[in-house]
């Protein structure tokens, strides 16, 4: 069941928007519950009253518990509170009966059966593929920085969906619609959201302004978050920080609409009209990736590219990349940033040496050699080929063999000397030579 939560729901309905084009598009299908309240708030309302909070938590998981359904939620808050109050039901029997006493008198019981998942925690666990089967328009060279938020991490022996110190999934994802999910100072620190509420708006200010400062030394292109009180402390208060001449313009947006995106879902004209931090800047850097892509794609099966560069396994298997600092996984990175003729004139693609190694041990069934083929054409028919193999290739196409025939060492061995008859294929050279000239004029 979705369980938007009140401030997703109230106050940004347009990310509400997304997250439904999502789960839409990705076959996710949802119920919804006009019963569900507030989840309620982990700060604000479990301080002040611990057993209103669990009472009203343990109401909405038996809401869900009498459809069968697990929750769905888009908001750290809901994640965790709703999270919490199951583990507690099910591991506290006192506890349990305590508050299924109360909810006795409305007719609700809670059992603490029906899972919680976050938003992006379900992706993680189950449509990965199908994002990368249905990905329109790949986010690469898109410098990301991902904020995960406290609650959807921590505490993490009743969340449980990643290292609370050091996690990885909501990187993962990103890096899944090809972008790059920078590493930054304070990354891991709190937005400062409940600030305001107690009373120190001040300190949130400070807080989201060292935390801008960290984003904006790594020229950044969007900051991307999975909680909408952290979406209102980086959207709204870098309005407020111009006030104090400390100006960002830093576009925020929430995991779900940066998916849209990448899936092709019509959301700009939403997020244009309804953020507060201007966005125009990555819809520029958007325009700007969609036509490198397009060049890619004359070449290359760009969703390939994409989830072999996340595999990156052929650094750990390639002979010469064990043995210098040839990286097979670093020239596909390069590629997907739009720095094909850089890579096309650097000699270290010529380092491969066709073993079929990472073929042969690549999980998807391709391995690297059909992209270094490719990408060595390329740089042939553009003048960058070793000496070497121009060479060769000089050899081959003049007479129709790269091996040079020895009158003597065949005489040495008792076998008579053939000269090939090539004659035919050296004229085909010559047609196609003559056809890809008419073609180019």
Known sequence: MLFPGCVIANRFPF???????????????????????????????????????????????????????????????????????????????????????????????????????????????????????????????????????????RPSNKVQTDDPIEPKIFDELIEDLGAESIDYDLKMDCCGGSLERAGNTSLSLEIIQAKLDSIKEKDIDCIVVCCPQCYMQFDHLQQELKKNDAIYDIPVLYYSELLCIALGLDIKDIIKKHHRTQVDSFFEKIDLIQEKNKEIEKFFDLNFLIKCYSCGACDNDCIISKMTEFSPNMIIGKILKGKLNEVISDPAIWMCLDCYLCFELCPFDVGLIKIFTVLRNLAKERGFITKGYENEFNTFHDKGIIGMLSKTARKRVGLPTVKPDVGDLKELFNIIERENTKLEE
């Open 15 to 153: 990310i509400e928007v997304s997250i439904r084009k999502v789960l839409d598009n990705l076959g996710i299908p949802f119920a919804e519950n006009p019963k569900f309240s507030c989840c309620p708030d982990p700060n604000g309302i479990k301080n002040s009253d611990k057993l209103l909070y669990s009472i009203t938590a343990a109401r909405n998981l038996g809401l869900a518990e009498v459809e069968n359904k697990a929750i769905l939620t888009p908001c750290n808050g809901c994640f965790t509170t709703l999270k919490k109050i199951k583990i507690e039901l099910n591991t506290d029997s006192h506890f349990k009966r305590k508050i299924n006493n109360y909810l006795d008198k409305i007719d609700i019981k809670a059992e603490g059966q029906s899972e919680v998942f976050h938003l992006v925690e379900f992706i993680y666990k189950f449509k990965r593929s199908t994002i990368a089967d249905n990905l329109r328009y790949p986010l690469t060279g898109l410098r990301v920085a991902v904020h995960y938020g406290c609650h959807f991490l």
